[in-house]
């Protein structure tokens, strides 16, 4: 048991998955495929995942998304699958915030699987400013503030202000129990990335962007045109964009036709688990 390696865990206040935070596992290593970066294992990412996500096993997950996304669209009458992304936002200012984690929750185990994997050997070991794109409740902002080392800081941003309102109730800490600097704005992210005192986040100042369940699922070519430039903008040379693919949104293939015109190259895939058909895809700004 974690309490048993370190008791003072046990009066932690709760992390995002309300259980305490995970011990520093041996097989967390600096020296990554790139030098300076932070490398983790595959045995580390299941650790981590079995320990700080989603706990219901899949058939349930499963089970419990089918239902709530039925009564949704059936009782409510609110459907949230569309690539339109004035709809979609519409739709998730309609739920709850209950309603909304029950169909998120295999999207929230899956974000403990693909974010490190892709920013295993890239992300840099020292600290780095990251900005986590419909965030909601905070779910992939957890795994960010896990994963990315000590004096870090990330930013969600998130459209509806009670989804953020209630990711801001959370505790993030790092992967080893440390507390993680998190701050959240209400905005869309297709307008310019702001900081949460309502200040334009400079150009050319963020090592990492995150997008999860979301560019793939709700975005147009439109949108990811918009979302592009300003990633461009805001990001350092070299730096990462995660971002999600999908089939209602954009597949893999327009989101590298459109990020590649804007400087980016793919540098990685992951997906979740051998049947999970849509990777998060890992660009690189260019260097200038």
């Known amino acids: 048991m974690i309490a048993d390696v370190l008791p003072e865990l046990a009066w932690m206040p709760r992390t995002h998955a309300g259980r305490p935070a995970a011990v520093l596992p041996k097989s967390y290593s600096r020296g990554g495929v790139s030098p300076g970066t932070l490398r983790f294992s595959e045995r580390t990412i299941r650790q981590v995942a079995a320990e700080r996500g989603p ?3 899949a058939f349930g997950m499963c089970c419990k998304a089918l239902v709530r996304e039925t009564w949704l669209r059936h009782v409510r009458r609110i459907d949230f699958r569309t690539a339109t992304n004035d709809k979609a936002c519409a739709a998730y200012e309609a739920m709850t915030v209950a309603e909304f984690a029950d169909i998120n929750r295999k999207q929230a185990w899956a974000n403990w699987r693909t974010i490190p994997r892709n920013l295993s050997g890239r992300m840099p070991a020292t600290p780095v400013r990251a900005v986590d794109l419909c965030c909601g409740i905070g779910e992939s902002t957890a795994v960010l503030a896990c994963y990315a080392p000590r004096g870090s800081q990330i930013l969600g941003l998130e459209y509806n202000r009670r989804f953020v309102d209630d990711a801001r109730r959370a505790r993030y800490t ?88 804007h400087g980016f190259t793919i540098v990685g895939r992951a997906v979740s688990c051998p049947l999970d058909r849509r990777a998060q895809l890992c660009l690189k700004r260019n260097s200038l």
């Open 55 to 57: 706990r219901m096993s």
């Open 174 to 261: 790092t992967i080893d129990g440390a507390p993680a600097a998190v701050t959240f704005r209400a905005q869309s992210v297709l307008d310019e990335f702001r900081d949460v005192r309502g200040a334009r986040v400079a150009s050319s100042s963020i090592d990492l962007i995150n997008a999860c369940g979301a560019v793939g699922c709700h975005f147009a070519p439109a949108d990811a045109l918009r979302l592009a430039r300003e990633c461009a903008r805001v990001l350092k040379p070299e730096g990462l964009a995660l971002l999600d693919s999908g089939y209602d949104g954009l597949d893999a293939a327009a989101l590298d036709e459109i990020f590649t015109t």
